[in-house]
């Protein structure tokens, strides 16, 4: 496994300038924050690394294979949170992730054996049989979460995944998703604007307007200073 890469990514809306040559890795088993102020540029990373839409300028590896060349070999290879949940209210959880695999063609005992391990590591094995109307804010990241992770990618992208929950399911999510990386050796970016979701042994990407202000381990970054003051600092938000 390779990773991620993305190498001189640049894409405009209309003539507007959404990202202009963004660089950065993510190597296996690394958690990487990809902090930003609102509207610096995140979700439109994500919608490129996702393939929701296309640039001709720059390029993008997963676990080896380029996006732009081998878009189905490398979109096998990534799971996606988006901001928005998506789950089917009415199906319960369990449900939700059997008509997930469906669609990636998994079925029978390895969906059911594939179900049950995705919600053993993010701790909803008791959920499983309730409606996803039924859960709360934090039980529904987790089984989206499960459900990204149901056909072994071999990196998961979350944009803003703790949006709207309280802290203690904020500091939850942000603690599964680290030790899922660290034991699974998984690539992960976590899109966020919250530098209290930021480990000081992270992978750290600041991304402000549309370019890199900075990248490398948190502590590299910061040089001793609190990341709230430094992120500021660079994009001139107020951080949290």
């Not at 190498?7 to 296996?28: I, M, R, T, W």
């Not at 449900?95 to 053993?120: K, M």
């Not at 949006?163 to 500091?171: E, I, T």
């Not at 050796?185 to 549309?210: F, Y």
Request: charged share 25%.
């Amino acid at each position: 496994m390779n990773g991620l890469r993305v190498h001189n990514l640049s894409h405009h809306y209309g003539q507007k300038q959404a990202l202009k040559d963004v660089c950065f890795s993510v190597e296996p088993g690394e958690f990487c924050a990809l902090l930003g102020p609102n509207g610096a540029g995140k979700s439109t990373l994500f919608g490129l690394m996702s393939r929701l839409f296309t640039t001709d300028r720059g390029r993008i590896e997963i676990a080896g294979f380029d996006l732009g060349k081998n878009p189905r070999a490398a979109l096998a290879q990534i799971g996606i949170v988006f901001q928005q949940q998506t789950l089917d209210l009415d199906l319960t959880v369990r449900r939700n992730l059997h008509y997930f695999a469906a669609l990636h063609g998994i079925g029978g005992r390895d969906a059911a054996r594939r179900t049950d391990a995705a919600l053993d590591r993010l701790g909803m094995a008791e959920r499983a049989q309730e409606r996803a109307r039924d859960l709360n804010g934090g039980h529904r990241r987790r089984a989206e979460i499960a459900r990204a992770l149901l056909h072994d990618p071999a990196v998961l992208l979350l944009d803003e995944p703790t949006v709207g929950l309280d802290a203690a399911s904020r500091n939850g999510i942000v603690t599964h998703v680290h030790e899922l990386a660290a034991e699974s050796d998984l690539t992960v970016l976590w899109a966020t604007h919250l530098t209290d979701e930021v480990w000081t042994r992270d992978r750290l990407v600041i991304l402000d307007r549309g370019q890199v202000r900075a990248e490398g381990q948190v502590s590299d970054v910061t040089c001793g200073r609190p990341l709230k003051e430094v992120f500021l600092q660079m994009t001139g938000e107020e951080a949290t």
